[in-house]
């Protein structure tokens, strides 16, 4: 199944958080926060402004995220967590993971 977000939402998928602390003590699943990072996986084409335009979104399939604990709507879709929420949820883009990400 396909899933397009209409207007400004966006569909993130959380990124799993280390189990390890840099220390090296394993966290236990029950001690774990859920994390505030994810992946963009879809966007809606855009919010209307006073004048009925559409205006495009910042963010982009792709991006890494980061969000309020508590943003979005968690989903299930075709098995996978997923979370809905508007770009406005949204706290800033983090610059340069993707590439970080590839290169290890």
């Not at 001690?31 to 910042?58: C, F, Q, S, T, Y």
């Not at 982009?60 to 299930?76: C, Y």
């Amino acid at each position: 199944m396909k899933f397009r977000p209409l207007h400004d939402r966006v569909v993130v998928k959380r990124v799993e958080a280390e189990e390890k602390t840099p220390g090296g003590i394993i966290i236990p699943d029950t001690a774990k926060e859920k994390p505030i990072e994810g992946e963009v996986i879809a966007v809606g084409p855009g919010a209307r402004n006073e004048r009925g335009e559409i205006v495009p979104l910042d963010v982009k399939v792709g991006d890494r995220v980061l969000f309020g604990k508590w943003s979005g709507t968690e989903v299930k879709i075709d098995g996978e967590e997923l979370l809905i929420m508007k770009e406005s949820d949204i706290m800033g883009i983090i610059e340069g993971a993707a590439k970080k990400k590839a290169a290890a």
